[in-house]
């Protein structure tokens, strides 16, 4: 049995796939990297048939989503070990092997996170809390710029070391280290979840079974952020949101679901009223220009 399994879903992004798979080349483990392309129109999954024969490769004919398209992968996994990660990574010398041992060595861990650095290697913020609805109602809203700051301050672990191993709630998807054991006890990913939340709610899964969430910052791997969801931009931000409407539903019931959904349409409405009044004034100063 091989130690890792990679499984890196990719939309578009064929040039930034091609350096992540080549950063994978002196990894220090025995890998087996499965490509899952969903639905490309850039030539990605000739690339990686053509320069990257020993990957396997999934092609889809059309988006299938973050989720469904990384289950794909999992269930052909033959490692000990799944990694998630973005097309849009690329991983720092030995990082996945010092991951690897880090899991090997505490048996109650189901996922080890990297530190992930921006293209200049500036840190990209990367470990989490578990949301709540307050943070619900700032994070990534209108109100973020006055949100209390404890609230996005305990959401974003800010008081715990980011120079050393620390249990935390969950971690980012761009590069994700599961224990297969653990994802044969609580599944895969749930397909529900298109694009955003993903990730938090297996984290949510792994740890109400007892498992252990980790971030380890001695691992880098470096993320060119968004670079497949930028190319959808307006619907990105209504997959965020929605995501996070379902995700409170799943693990906080419909009131809580439904109280953030209503905020978050009014919170539009408001921005949109604001926006047509910012148009109009503009239009009639115009005018009498």
């Given at each position: ?15 930034l796939l091609s350096r992540c798979l080549r950063s994978l080349a002196d990894a220090g483990r025995s890998l087996d990297v499965i490509v899952v392309d969903n639905g490309s129109s850039d030539g990605s999954a000739a690339m990686v ?106 959401y974003h672990a800010l008081d715990l070391t980011d120079d050393r191993p620390v249990d935390v709630d969950w971690v980012r998807g761009a590069a994700l280290l599961a224990r297969r054991q653990a994802v044969e006890q609580i599944g ?102």
């Amino acid at each position: 049995m091989v130690d890792v399994t990679v499984v890196i879903v990719s939309w578009n992004v064929r040039s930034l796939l091609s350096r992540c798979l080549r950063s994978l080349a002196d990894a220090g483990r025995s890998l087996d990297v499965i490509v899952v392309d969903n639905g490309s129109s850039d030539g990605s999954a000739a690339m990686v048939q053509a320069e990257f024969p020993a990957a396997r490769l999934i092609a889809n004919a059309d988006n299938r989503g973050f989720a469904a398209a990384n289950n794909q992968g999992i269930a052909l996994a033959e490692g000990r070990y799944v990694l998630l990660l973005n097309p849009d990574t690329e991983v720092v010398g030995d990082a996945l092997a010092t991951m690897v041992d880090y899991a090997e060595a505490h048996s109650d861990v189901a996922v080890v996170g990297p530190r992930l650095l921006g293209p200049d290697g500036s840190p990209q913020h990367s470990r989490y809390r578990f949301p709540t609805l307050a943070t619900a109602l700032f994070e990534s809203t209108w109100l973020q710029p006055v949100a209390p700051r404890r609230i996005l301050e305990h959401y974003h672990a800010l008081d715990l070391t980011d120079d050393r191993p620390v249990d935390v709630d969950w971690v980012r998807g761009a590069a994700l280290l599961a224990r297969r054991q653990a994802v044969e006890q609580i599944g895969l990913l749930d397909e529900r979840f298109f694009m955003y939340s993903e990730e938090l709610d297996w984290c949510r899964r792994f740890r109400d079974a007892g498992w252990r969430v980790v971030y380890f910052p001695a691992a880098q791997v470096v993320h060119y952020e968004g670079k497949s969801s930028e190319q959808v931009a307006p619907a990105r931000h209504i997959y965020f949101q929605t995501s996070k409407v379902r995700y409170f539903r799943k693990h906080h019931g419909r009131a809580a679901a439904g109280f953030l959904r209503g905020f978050l349409l009014g919170a539009y409405v408001w921005q949109i009223g604001v926006e047509a009044a910012k148009w109009l004034l503009g239009h009639k100063r115009a005018l009498r220009a």
